[in-house]
T-cell receptor
Framework: EPEVTQTPSHQVTQMGQEVILRCVPI?????FYWYRQILGQKVEFLVS????????KSEIFDDQFSVERPDGSNFTLKIRSTKLEDSAMYFC?????????FGEGSWLTVV | GENVEQHPSTLSVQEGDSAVIKCTYS??????FPWYKQELGKGPQLIID?????GEKKDQRIAVTLNKTAKHFSLHITETQPEDSAVYFC???????????FGTGTRLKVLA
């Protein structure tokens, strides 16, 4: 069964450093997303991406965040200057239309 | 703003019993309601979903009901098994948006 894959599974970074989280969405999907989940809390929407541009973003997704689809298969989330409060599990997701499918997540720890 | 409330936050049931989790949404324009199961250290996995033109949907031991008037929907798991133990999230989405609003999650523990 096709699945969304994410790398790395876990990353520890110093505060202020840049981080790039990578995702390979399901191959025939056209819509891509990033969500995050702070430990013990609910899953929160960050951004959606369609046709090579951001289609929607939340208030969490400020200027420190950016997304890119550098080639035909990868979808990345960049955090320019990480803060302690960016520590969370980041989930990539994709959809054809409607139902979205999540990856296993990238656990980011900012120290 | 948009919000989804979910109850209970934790639920323990004996193996074989039923479990019910309830969610209430605030955005009356919501028209799609998926349920996700999240096991420890993994991503949310879709288990069942329902659209606003349907009142109930069933898939083996899992069913979801939707009351649009009251703006709430529920997940029902019958004949629970230990492997049903996980955190369950409800979500709501309105037409024309790509954003899911998630509930706060329910930690289900099925006791053998």
């Amino acid at each position: 069964e096709p699945e969304v894959t994410q790398t790395p599974s876990h990353q520890v970074t110093q505060m202020g450093q840049e981080v790039i989280l990578r995702c390979v969405p399901i191959s025939n999907h056209l819509y891509f997303y990033w969500y995050r989940q702070i430990l013990g809390q609910k899953v929160e929407f960050l951004v959606s991406f369609y046709n090579n541009e951001i289609s929607e973003k939340s208030e969490i997704f400020d200027d420190q965040f950016s997304v890119e689809r550098p080639d035909g298969s990868n979808f990345t989330l960049k955090i320019r200057s990480t803060k302690l409060e960016d520590s969370a599990m980041y989930f990539c997701a994709s959809s054809e239309e409607g139902t979205i499918y999540f990856g296993e997540g990238s656990w980011l720890t900012v120290v | 703003g948009e919000n989804v409330e979910q109850h209970p936050s934790t639920l323990s049931v004996q193996e074989g019993d039923s479990a019910v989790i309830k969610c209430t949404y605030s955005d009356s324009a919501s028209n799609y309601f998926p349920w996700y199961k999240q096991e420890l250290g993994k991503g949310p996995q879709l288990i069942i979903d329902i659209r606003s033109n349907v009142g109930e949907k069933k898939d083996q031991r899992i069913a979801v009901t939707l009351n649009k008037t009251a703006k709430h929907f529920s997940l029902h798991i019958t004949e629970t098994q230990p492997e049903d133990s996980a955190v369950y999230f409800c979500a709501a989405k309105r037409s024309g948006t790509y954003k899911y609003i998630f509930g706060t999650g329910t930690r289900l523990k099925v006791l053998a």
